[in-house]
């Protein structure tokens, strides 16, 4: 290794390390954090200081094997590893023509002093060609003369109703996979946690008791405007009622939470609450004693008007 190279190395890392130092330095100035360049700098200088010093031993180390070998020619001589490994190279992997020889795979061809060798390619390059050839002609085989195996499309098809069916298992068998639908009422935890979920939700609208106020009508008592029944509230909550002003939650909780946040609802009718608003929409009268997801039947009928 040259000083001339060494000393353009330098110069050229330095260079890099300077301009990286100016962007650092101005990423500083704007966020105003002059404690900052300065430790970047610092951390810089350090950096090339190293640099140099690697350099100037790397220098050194080469000045003395080159004495070394001048005084003695048989360091000039390969090792039994390196042999050894010279000759497995030549062998599996390159298998070119060595340097003395060159003159003997050198070709006529001539492009402005630039000369073509005509050495051997990789042995490993020439094995890995040959696999890809089988492999084509087993692949042409199957898929094009026997055509026993899967084109693109039906290896797609195949994938989606391997999916379809897996989604419809994990729909079956998860407790967090349902639609208004599937679901059915919450246990007792499940309506305590649909409780903080009206507290921080649907007080504003709702009332504090579900008692109603001017926007949100009464969650009380037993008339409804879009179904008082499980599967009703389930989809009202999920979907929302854009021109009512009631956003679709279903965007915001999970169809657990909303299955709680259902039930607690429910959980609502009959409560004797304060300043109740007055009924508004369709008396529900559901098909059972309680509602779950295996009603039959939703009676509805029309509030008199007094």
Not at 127 to 143: E, M
Not at 183 to 190: I, P, Q
Not at 219 to 245: A, C, I, M, Q
Not at 260 to 289: D, H, I
Request: charged share 20%; net charge positive; hydrophobic share 45%.
């Amino acid at each position: 290794m040259s000083k001339s190279f060494l000393i353009r190395f330098y110069f050229t890392i330095s260079s890099l390390f300077l301009f990286a130092s100016a962007g650092i330095a101005q990423d500083a100035n704007n966020l105003s954090t002059a404690a900052a360049n300065s430790f970047l700098t610092g951390v810089v200088i350090f950096l090339l200081i190293i640099i140099a010093a690697m350099a100037f031993l790397m220098m050194q180390v080469s000045s003395v094997l080159r004495q070394a070998k001048k005084a003695n020619p048989a360091l000039n001589q390969p090792g039994s590893l390196r042999r050894w490994w010279s000759n497995l190279d030549k062998e599996f992997f390159t298998k070119a023509a060595p340097i003395e020889k060159e003159a003997d795979v050198l070709l006529d061809h001539d492009y402005d002093g630039i000369k073509e060798l005509d050495n051997a390619l990789p042995p490993w390059w020439k094995w890995g060609f040959y696999f890809t050839i089988i492999v084509a002609v087993i692949y042409l085989f199957r898929f094009h003369v026997t055509k026993t195996g899967p084109t693109p499309l039906q290896e797609y098809e195949n994938e989606m109703k391997m999916a379809a069916a897996k989604m419809e298992d994990f729909r079956k068998n998860s407790k967090e996979a349902f639609d208004e639908t599937t679901v059915t009422l919450a246990d007792a935890m499940g309506v305590a946690a649909g409780k903080k979920i009206f507290a921080g939700t649907c007080v504003p609208c709702h009332g504090a008791n579900g008692e109603g106020n001017a926007v949100g009508p009464n969650l009380t008592d037993k008339y409804w405007l879009h179904g008082g029944s499980l599967r009703e509230v389930f989809h009202t909550v999920t979907n929302g009622v854009p021109d009512k002003g009631m956003q679709a939650w279903g965007k915001t909780f999970s169809p657990a939470d909303i299955k709680n946040l259902a039930s607690f609802v429910l959980s609502l009718q009959g409560t004797k609450v304060a300043n109740a608003k007055a009924p508004q929409g369709n008396l529900y009268e559901p098909g059972k004693a309680s509602d779950s997801s295996v009603v039959k039947k939703d009676s509805l009928q029309t509030k008199t008007t007094k």
